[in-house]
């Protein structure tokens, strides 16, 4: 009995500084991150399409906020022009496609490699002005933008918009729901390995940096206009691979999708989910995408009995949304993360608060 | 001692803004090695001076050479890379990063990953380079007596520890010149011991020249090498400790005209 009682543990103790730095602060929290990977990886066999539609949808637009995330929550800038670069990365990709004949396979982190080389000129307002101004710079980006997909018929196709081809591996397409799921959820994976590794390296903590004091992260050497470019440009980097998978998910891609409701949405999903926070911008995400869906539900439920109600189904959707940032902004500024991190704290301190 | 040249070298340094002169016709060196205190009445231009030195401002006249390269028109965010860092009067740490990450900063312009090579993290080599360099800002937690506190989030920190913080990032970044402002700026006896007490080991053991605001009388004459004395912009008196005790001048703008030195009456109303 000694022996089992010799090898029990009773904490978590690091050896080295390599245990002191990985993502998940527990083996436990990487287990279940592992698991929950795992469990998506074979969903797809047992959820029915429209759940998986929404994992789809949760995927390529948590990969887009994920980018604003870096942009607003870590770099501490503000940018109301996220859709379309969105946009950008959408076509960009169905472009490459049609006219190079390049499979989507390499198309996709192409789109995102020219939403950022665009980013990086877009993001040139911001080495210089903060605030308010930068906002309307990138409010003007975004109408620029806008314009241009309806007009440049070479690229976009103008009113008709693009088609864009399904991904294909050798041959073999990502045609149908079921498929595309492992598209997405890989790029997920590998988009918030990134981030995450990002934001715990040199050029993450340049950016929380000047975000939290741009004048002694001067000093620190962080030339400040170098990353505040940047920023711009790596959050393109992650809207345009969120707006490629977008485009090949959906087969076409038109203008109208990438207005400014769009952006204020994406918004919605970083303040929602937690400004500074990588996990936070999928969990926003979710919140987002799933509560219009819960607002039909629940007015399904009740639907026969105030038919008002149904009819109304349009704006209670929207309704909520607005709602929601609101309540989140005076109840949980932090964010979705932020409660999770509470819920966790709870659990283990229970039943002290502290 | 013999003659080596100056580390850092100040002449004729004029700042103004408008119509206020902050700086006139300031000159000083600062030898290597030593520690080197600012001293003067509120509003004479101490800050300003460190911020003409870190780049902070451009001074409208003169020239600051450091190991002997002109200063004047380099960025500040350069002039780390040639050995300078510096501490700030009123807190200036990145308040919702962890005092590691904050610490971590400090080794930017000496770590060379990048934000593909970060991103990657496992293949580029970037989790390598960071280790090392998170071995060396332990050594710096180890000797600025942080260890306990390396995870916590620095703003909320006491306002002791974090000025300690803020020493242990200036000194991340491995400057040859550490210009400190006011370290010990509301602090208590205990906490003033400590500061003084790592100033002198990162003097004397880390080899780092230190300039150093500071309105405690006791720490200044204490453990500085020279004093200067700035009044209104102008300097007024410039030596050893205990010669600018003496001067006449300095003890009417500064010290107030008592017959014994004391230690810290400031005058007011001097806001120049």
Redesign the interface.
Known sequence: MASAHSRMKCGEFRTN??Q??TIFPTPLARRVAVLSVIFLLVAPSFLNPYFLNLGIQIGYYGIAALGLNIVVGFTGQISLGHAAFFGFGAFASAWLNNTTGIPVFFCIPLAGTMTMALGLIVGIPAGRIKGLYLAIATLASQYILEDFFSRADWFTGGAYGAMANPFSIFGFEFNNDQRYFYVVLFYVVIMFL??T??L???????F??V???Y??????????TKYRI?SFG?SSFYAGIGGALFGHYLGFVSAEGFTIMLSIQFLGMVIIGGL?SVMGSLMGTAFMVLLPELMEAGVGLVGHNAPGLTHALAYIKEMSIGLAIILFLIFEPDGLAHRWKMIKAYWKLYPFSY | MTEMPPLLNVSDISLSFGGVHALTDVSFDVRPGEIFSIIGPNGAGKTSMLNCI???YQPNKGSITFKQKEMIGL???????LGI??T?QNL??????TVL?NI??????L?K???L??????LGG??KE??TH??EV?DIIDFLEIAHIRKSIAGTLSYGLRKRVELA?AVA?RPDLILLDEPMAGMNLEEKEDMARYIIDLNEEWGMTVVMIEHDMGVVMDISHRVMVLDFGRKIAGGLPDEVMANPQVRKAYLGEDDEPAPEPQPEGEVA
């Open positions: 500084y390599q002191d730095t990134f981030g590794n990002l715990r390296s040199r050029d993450g903590r340049a929380v940096a975000r939290d004091h004048l002694s992260a001067e000093i620190m050497g962080i030339n400040l940047l790596i500074g | 870190s780049g902070r960025r500040p965010n350069d002039r780390c890379n860092g510096r700030f200036a740490l990145f308040s919702h990063m990450d971590m900063v400090g080794r930017h312009h770590l990953n990048n934000f090579s970060g991103s990657l993290y496992w970037a989790r960071e280790l998170r071995a332990e990032r970044l």
